[in-house]
């Protein structure tokens, strides 16, 4: 008793810090009643059996357990076959997710860089491959190298040294070798400090960057200003500083020697003209402005790092054992994702917790459809003669088993590469998931996946209706153990009437019993 006294005050200190809403709700939930149900019936329980010798007890349970198992056992079961059916699902999205991997490593053009280079000279200038390039050998000179030009200023005393006695003061930039642009950078009064200088160049935006250093060289003018202009010949600059009337003793100005003079290069050695980058290949002169030349071979970059002495010799062959290699993880990722399709509809399936889990299923038979389309349909971007897998050796048996011809795959590879890389890629690079452009077998098949297994597609989307059902199921299950519990307490109550009714006659016949035999015995003068 003092337990439940206890027991009770807790509970009423507990309901005191709740809200009244907060309290009733939780006292009127399915778990609270079912938990009062189960209280009350173990009071019953003890009491009971002791005047009929009937197990009044197991008998109310028993009545209750005839009415509650088949319902429960009908939910339990709705409820295991949607366990079942996301379990499918899973298996689904994962075999799905290894197609679009495969399927990814073939989507972009670059992809299919299947060249190897051999060069006589990698350090005068490497070789980047593409799609495009073509297996061949090329005869490279590196001539000149191409160069921003840079000037830097004769010395000053101090970084924060005026330039102009503290008046205002221009600076004419001019950029370009011919047709030169000139722009007047403004400095105010005040603002003739190196370092203001710097910043009106670097915002003026014009192509020339400045910085100011501190070369540290032990004399008296250590500062300088270092001009670097754009890369090529284009991008020649000269500066003329315009002073005006501010120019007094001791402001120290800023001096460059500008890059028409014949003295530009002895004046100071951190000077450097500008110049185009020059190479011969095959025998054929390229100038360009930069040292990365993405024209002058097709197919192929060059990014020179230096002249050459001789000329480079470049060897290209063809190297198809990386695309191979896709194609084969290609077949083996569709082989997975069919077997496990096929797997999950099969009422006779005997595979381990995915088998027969979606047997006539509409969501199944439409994915089985799409992936045959996505892989072995025409190609969006067909080249003018491959446009298809099975072109490319690829083929599916009536087992839905996808196969791939090595020796055909070889074929085609050797002789029609261009169309093998536009059949899967569309030649893109990079294309969103969302771009409404013909992107190949693998480009437009990664598109369809994605939306597959996003977040509003057809797997996630019958996921989420089958827990949504379960969540419904369990609470049915929670409703029925509590109006069960509520069955077992009433049997108990009417059980208990009954058997005290049955004790209170049998007592009652002990007693008539007794006084008849004591008047039966008075009367013979026998007694028993």
């Known amino acids: 008793m003092a337990t ?28 609270a009643i079912a938990a009062t149900n189960k209280a009350n019936a173990q009071k019953l329980i003890s009491s009971m059996g002791a005047g009929s010798g009937v197990d009044v007890a197991s008998l109310a349970q028993n009545l209750v ?35 679009q991997t495969a399927l990814a490593a073939l989507k972009d053009q670059n992809s299919f860089n299947a ?4 060069s006589s000279n990698s350090s005068a200038f490497t070789v980047t491959t593409s799609a495009t390039g073509v297996a061949g050998s090329h005869q490279i000179e590196v001539t000149k190298i191409a160069k921003s030009q840079r000037s830097v200023s004769a010395g000053l005393a101090a970084g924060d040294a005026s330039l102009n006695n503290g008046s205002a003061m221009s600076i004419d930039l001019s950029v370009g070798a011919t047709s030169p642009t ?20 670097n915002d003026a935006k014009t192509g020339v960057t400045a910085q100011l250093v501190n070369t540290g060289d032990g004399s008296g003018a250590p500062y300088q200003i270092v001009l670097s ?57 390229y100038t360009r402005n930069n040292n990365t030349l993405t024209d002058v071979v097709p197919g192929l970059t060059l990014n020179l790092k230096t002249t050459t002495s001789s000329v480079v010799n470049v060897d290209l062959t063809r190297d198809n054992t990386g695309i191979k290699d896709k194609m084969t993880a290609l077949v083996t990722a569709y082989n997975d994702a069919v077997s496990i399709l096929n797997a999950v509809s099969d009422p006779k399936s005997t595979l381990d917790t ?42 599916v048996d009536i087992y839905g088993v996808m196969t791939l011809d090595s020796t055909k795959l070889d074929t085609v590879l050797n002789s029609n590469y261009a169309d093998v890389v536009k059949t899967f890629t569309g030649n893109q690079n990079g294309l969103s998931i969302y771009s409404t452009a013909p992107a190949g077998i693998a ?57 005290s009714l049955v004790g209170s006659v049998n007592t009652q016949k002990t007693s008539l019993k007794s006084t008849f035999d004591g008047m039966m015995a008075s009367l013979t003068g026998k007694s028993g």
Not at 115 to 118: H, I, S
Not at 250 to 277: C, E, I, K, R, Y
């Open 4 to 31: 439940t006294s206890a027991t009770s005050s807790t509970t009423a200190a507990t309901s005191a810090a709740l809200s009244s809403t907060t309290a009733s709700a939780l006292a009127s939930s399915p778990q």
């Open 65 to 99: 357990n005839a009415e509650q198992t088949p319902k429960a056992a009908a939910i339990n079961g709705k409820i295991s076959k949607n366990e079942a059916r996301v379990s499918g699902y899973a298996a689904i999205s994962y075999v799905m997710n290894g197609v």
């Open 115 to 118: 060249l190897n280079v051999d």
């Open 182 to 201: 000139v722009t007047s950078i403004q400095l105010a009064a005040g603002k003739d400090k190196p370092m203001d200088l710097v910043t009106a160049i």
């Open 229 to 285: 202009g754009p890369t090529g010949a284009a991008g020649t600059f000269s500066v003329t500083p315009n002073y005006g009337t501010g120019v007094g003793a001791g402001s120290p100005g800023v001096n460059f020697v500008n890059p028409n003079a014949a003295n530009f290069l002895t004046s100071n050695s951190g000077n450097q003209l500008a110049s185009d980058a020059a190479v011969k290949v095959d025998g054929i002169a």
């Open 354 to 395: 995915y088998g027969a889990t979606l047997v006539n299923d509409s969501a199944v038979r439409s994915i089985k459809q799409q992936l045959r389309q996505m892989v072995m349909g025409q190609s969006s971007t067909p080249g003018s003669t491959v446009g298809a897998l099975w072109q490319m050796g690829a083929s």
């Open 443 to 499: 480009g437009d098949a990664v598109k369809k996946i994605t939306q597959l297994l996003g977040k509003t597609g057809i797997l996630q989307s019958q996921t989420d209706s089958a827990n949504t059902q379960n969540t419904k199921y369990k609470d049915d299950l929670t409703k029925l153990q509590t109006r069960m519990d509520a069955l077992l307490l009433r049997y108990q109550k009417q059980f208990s009437a009954m058997d």
